[in-house]
Each structure stands twice: as C-alpha cells, then as structure tokens.
C-alpha cells in the first residue's frame, strides 16, 4: 500500500508544474498586447509588396491556380488544391519528367544561385511602384533561411540557409540595407510550419517552438530590425502551444523595434480573439471591418511564388490590379501585391510594368490613397443587384473587381465611385471617366472647391441638395493626367471637422 501510494506522489510531482504551465499560459493577461497603439506609418502606408523568393523559384512551376511555392508540399504528398481540377500526381510526374526519378527537393539548393539578385534594383522598382513597404519570405514552409539562420542548419543536419549552400549570401541583409536606404519601409515573413522539421510533430512542438521558432524571431529582430513580422502558417497550434503572449510581450517591450513594428494575425490558430496589429485576407474579393487595421494579400497571378507555367491571361490587368487597390483602400485596408524572381533573382518583365503601371497611377492619385480614412460611404452603387460574387474558385483574380466597375455581368449594379478622405477634404475616385456631366450623390456639405487630381484647368460643377454634378471635360490624347480611374477632390466636402 506504501508502495503504492509513493507512486501516486511522485506522478502528481511530475504533473503539477505541466498542469500549472498550461494553465499559466492560456491565463495570460492580454490587456497590455491588445492596448497598443498601432504605428500610424502602416495605416498612412496602404500599399505594400511581398515578395516571395526560395528554393521553390528553381522549379517555378505547378499547375495553373495552385501556389507554385508549394511545391515541396505537392511533391511528396501527391496531392494538390486550388483553382482547377487536379489528379494530385501534376508536380510529383513533373519532378520526375524534369529532374529524374527520386530527385530530392534538399536538391534544389545547390542551383538556387541567385547569381542575378541586385537589392538595390529591386528596392528601385519598389520605390517606383508607389509601394511604401515590402515584405520578403526569409524562411518559408520549407524551413530554407535567406539568413544565417543558425537554428536552420542544426536541425536540419544539413546546410540550409543562403549563407551556407546556394547564393552564400546573407539575402535578408541585402534586401533590408537596400530598402532602408529609399526610405521604404522593411517586412520579413516568417512561417511557422515547416514541413519537413524532424522537431515539428505534435509530440516536439513545444520544443520546436522554444528552441527553433521563439530564437528565429528574435534573431530576426534583433539583426535586422524590420517594421513588419508577417506570421504565417500556425497549422492547428493554437496561442498557447505557439507560446504567441511571451513572443509580443519580448517583441513590444525589449526588441529594438518595439515602438514602430507591427505583426499580423496569423502567429497562431486562434481559441479566441485574434491577438495582432492587423488582420489579413488572401486573395479575397470581400472587405473587412475598418475597425481594426487589415491588409489584402495576392499575386499578380495565381502563385505567390514566380510560375513559369502561368500566361498572360493569368496575370491581372494593371486596371484590375489599380482598382483593387482602390477598393480596399476605401474600405479602410492595405493592399500588399506579390511578385516572383526566378531562382537568379530577376523579377519577370511583366510583374515589373505592373508595378511601374501602379506607381504611375499612384504619382497623379496618390493624395487620393496615401495617409487616408475610409469615408461614411465607401462607394456609390449604380442601379442593380450588388451581390455579384465570383463562382467556383479558390483563389480570386484581380481583375474580379472590374465585375463591379467596368464590366458588369447583365442586372448587377456597378461601383461608380470610391470615397475616401484626409481630414476634410473628400476623394471621389471614379473607375470610369464618361465626358460631360457626372452625379456624386449624397454629399451634405458644400465643397469650396471641385479639382481633378493631375488636371490644372477649372472644372464646372453645381450643388443641387444633396448631389453634385460635375462637367467632365472632353481631353485630347495625352491630356488625361492618368489611366484607369480618376480622381475628383472634394475640397472642405467630408464633414468631418
């Protein structure tokens, strides 16, 4: 009975203190984590660009509307999901047919070179796109660091950072000084899955997460300093098992960044209240709630990653892509668009004149975008149904948006303007520019004055109660100040001062 009874002693010893952690962590207080002020320069920033870059960039292919940056994950599970219907066997046949049977993906880096990656022309194209951010995949899901990563290599066994195998460059580095020197602002990605870790099983994941992921964060910080954590992949950890408090509460108070970075909602598979800066959707045709600052993600294409496989077709329109940008910044959010370099590090041609496209755009409109606030009303509707929603697919284009501006399908209404506004004066951005006289509806207060942004002649317009009409001039070619939407400046018209 002694014997027994010593038993149950030393089990409760063992038990106590892991009962006691478990309760310790999902009893945190978020009080202070929740009640901190967000730094304005995101709010102010609206655009931004991923940029994902990996081993994956050696392959560069996977079937249309899948994310070619998964293609480890493809591979060796024979599977595969997204736009289209798919056998599953697409990239596993494809490794075979192009790199020989059995070819490993730890294969890939040896050729991942990036022989071609110049920083400093890539933050150039950025600064020229109007982007006030970027954001780089430093460790996707394949655990690859483009730094040296010192967790990386150890537990994988191998050399698997780009300081060690491939480019032997500390990538994060170059890609930061160059960002920092034009005055954009620097985000790393860091996943938290990693498929192939011999630690991250539901078994090791406190391990994994103390001993791989908490020191890979804080290595990141503290070297590079970044103005955006951008989280990803938490699988079905929850807060508690991603230790997320005693992460935020290092990273608000301690980091050298604590004042002015900011980390979005995806550090964990939440039990209850999303615990973050921001709130992020992916390529998604549906707004949030302006009452917490959110962010749009999505390619120019349908992969993240650079997919040699897709066409033109595949690529959003730069009209597409500008009025997406407008709609989610009307209704309070950023817009943070994705390119792909291939595995030397050039960006393909037609992701550059996209962003040029945009930063063209942005040079005549962005007063309209840039530090703004999403008015009372977000847009005016024309006449119809305004439910039009894509059908079928996973993953939404682009150009879905121009459905609710410019090509509507037969009895759905039509987006005719986007509000926004900085202080008093209000934006009305219009997708269309019709010749001669245009209704904005509903504005209570009378505008001092009526300007088309990046057009320096007088512009004749009337108040009749609450609408106003304005007389869009007729323009010669090469007198539009822009294309693809234009810009009407309200000035003293938003009622909110």
Same mark, same amino acid.
């Given at each position: 009975?002694?014997?027994?009874?010593?038993?149950?002693?030393?089990?409760?010893?063992?038990?106590?203190?892991?009962?006691?952690?478990?309760?310790?962590?999902?009893?945190?207080?978020?009080?202070?984590?929740?009640?901190?002020?967000?730094?304005?320069?995101?709010?102010?920033?609206?655009?931004?660009?991923?940029?994902?870059?990996?081993?994956?960039?050696?392959?560069?292919?996977?079937?249309?509307?899948?994310?070619?940056?998964?293609?480890?994950?493809?591979? &060796?599970?024979?599977?595969?999901? %997204?736009?289209?219907?798919? *056998?599953?066997?697409?990239?596993? =046949?494809? #490794?075979?047919?192009? $790199?020989?049977?059995?070819?490993?993906?730890?294969?890939?880096?040896?050729?991942?070179?990036?022989?071609?990656?110049?920083?400093?022309?890539?933050?150039?194209?950025?600064?020229?796109?109007?982007?006030?951010?970027?954001?780089?995949?430093?460790?996707?899901?394949?655990?690859?660091?483009?730094?040296?990563?010192?967790?990386?290599?150890?537990?994988?066994?191998?050399?698997?950072?780009?300081?060690?195998?491939?480019?032997?460059?500390?990538?994060?580095?170059?890609?930061? &000084?160059?960002?920092?020197?034009? %005055?954009?602002?620097?985000? *790393?990605?860091?996943?938290?899955? =990693?498929? #192939?870790?011999?630690? $991250?099983?539901?078994?090791?994941?406190?391990?994994?997460?103390?001993?791989?992921?908490?020191?890979?964060?804080?290595?990141?910080?503290?070297?590079?300093?970044?103005?955006?954590?951008?989280?990803?992949?938490?699988?079905?950890?929850?807060?508690?098992?991603?230790?997320?408090?005693?992460?935020?509460?290092?990273?608000?108070?301690?980091?050298?960044?604590?004042?002015?970075?900011?980390?979005?909602?995806?550090?964990?598979?939440?039990?209850?209240?999303?615990?973050?800066?921001?709130?992020?959707?992916?390529?998604?045709?549906?707004?949030?709630?302006?009452?917490?600052?959110? =962010?749009?993600?999505?390619?120019?294409?349908?992969?993240?990653?650079?997919?040699?496989?897709?066409?033109?077709?595949?690529?959003?329109?730069?009209?597409?892509?500008?009025?997406?940008?407008?709609?989610?910044?009307?209704?309070?959010?950023?817009?943070?668009?994705?390119?792909?370099?291939?595995?030397?590090?050039?960006?393909?041609?037609?992701?550059?004149?996209?962003?040029?496209?945009?930063?063209?755009?942005?040079?005549?409109?962005?007063?309209?975008?840039?530090?703004?606030?999403?008015?009372?009303?977000?847009?005016?509707?024309?006449?119809?149904?305004?439910?039009?929603?894509?059908?079928?697919?996973?993953?939404?284009?682009?150009?879905?948006?121009?459905?609710?501006?410019?090509?509507?399908?037969?009895?759905?209404?039509?987006?005719?303007?986007?509000?926004?506004?900085?202080?008093?004066?209000?934006?009305?951005?219009?997708?269309?520019?019709?010749?001669?006289?245009?209704?904005?509806?509903?504005?209570?207060?009378?505008?001092?004055?009526?300007?088309?942004?990046?057009?320096?002649?007088?512009?004749?317009?009337?108040?009749?109660?609450?609408?106003?009409?304005?007389?869009?001039?007729?323009?010669?070619?090469?007198?539009?100040?822009?294309?693809?939407?234009?810009?009407?400046?309200?000035?003293?018209?938003?009622?909110?001062?």
């Amino acid at each position: 009975m002694n014997k027994r009874v010593l038993i149950v002693f030393f089990y409760l010893l063992l038990i106590i203190p892991i009962v006691s952690v478990a309760q310790k962590n999902s009893d945190k207080d978020w009080s202070a984590i929740d009640s901190r002020k967000i730094p304005r320069w995101f709010t102010d920033a609206k655009f931004g660009i991923f940029i994902h870059w990996g081993l994956y960039s050696v392959p560069a292919w996977s079937p249309k509307g899948t994310y070619s940056e998964w293609y480890r994950y493809w591979c &060796d599970n024979d599977t595969l999901f %997204g736009n289209g219907d798919f *056998t599953g066997h697409e990239i596993k =046949e494809y #490794n075979e047919l192009t $790199y020989g049977k059995d070819f490993p993906y730890e294969g890939f880096a040896p050729m991942f070179k990036a022989q071609d990656f110049d920083a400093g022309e890539l933050a150039d194209l950025i600064k020229e796109s109007g982007a006030k951010y970027a954001v780089l995949t430093t460790k996707h899901h394949d655990g690859y660091a483009l730094w040296p990563s010192m967790e990386a290599s150890r537990d994988y066994g191998r050399p698997w950072t780009s300081t060690e195998i491939g480019p032997m460059r500390d990538l994060v580095k170059e890609y930061s &000084d160059s960002l920092r020197d034009r %005055g954009i602002k620097v985000g *790393t990605y860091l996943s938290l899955r =990693e498929w #192939n870790n011999p630690m $991250y099983t539901q078994e090791n994941i406190d391990e994994y997460v103390i001993r791989h992921f908490h020191p890979q964060v804080k290595d990141l910080i503290s070297n590079y300093h970044p103005d955006i954590l951008w989280t990803d992949g938490p699988d079905k950890f929850d807060e508690n098992q991603w230790r997320v408090h005693d992460m935020l509460t290092w990273i608000y108070n301690e980091s050298p960044v604590k004042d002015s970075i900011v980390i979005n909602d995806r550090s964990a598979r939440w039990s209850g209240k999303r615990h973050a800066d921001f709130l992020c959707r992916e390529y998604s045709n549906r707004a949030m709630s302006p009452d917490k600052p959110w =962010e749009e993600c999505r390619g120019i294409g349908f992969s993240f990653g650079y997919n040699k496989n897709e066409d033109i077709q595949d690529y959003a329109s730069p009209m597409g892509l500008i009025h997406t940008l407008i709609n989610v910044v009307s209704a309070g959010g950023n817009l943070i668009l994705g390119i792909g370099p291939d595995s030397n590090g050039k960006i393909p041609p037609i992701m550059q004149e996209r962003l040029l496209q945009i930063g063209d755009w942005l040079k005549v409109n962005g007063e309209a975008i840039y530090g703004t606030k999403p008015w009372k009303n977000r847009e005016q509707w024309s006449e119809g149904d305004r439910n039009w929603q894509p059908k079928g697919k996973m993953y939404v284009s682009g150009d879905a948006i121009l459905h609710q501006t410019v090509r509507p399908d037969s009895g759905y209404a039509v987006k005719e303007v986007f509000f926004t506004h900085k202080g008093n004066d209000l934006y009305a951005i219009l997708p269309q520019y019709k010749i001669g006289e245009f209704v904005i509806r509903d504005i209570e207060s009378t505008p001092s004055d009526i300007t088309l942004l990046g057009f320096d002649s007088k512009l004749t317009w009337r108040k009749d109660g609450t609408d106003i009409i304005v007389e869009l001039p007729p323009m010669i070619y090469g007198e539009q100040p822009c294309e693809y939407a234009w810009t009407l400046k309200l000035w003293d018209a938003a009622g909110v001062e």
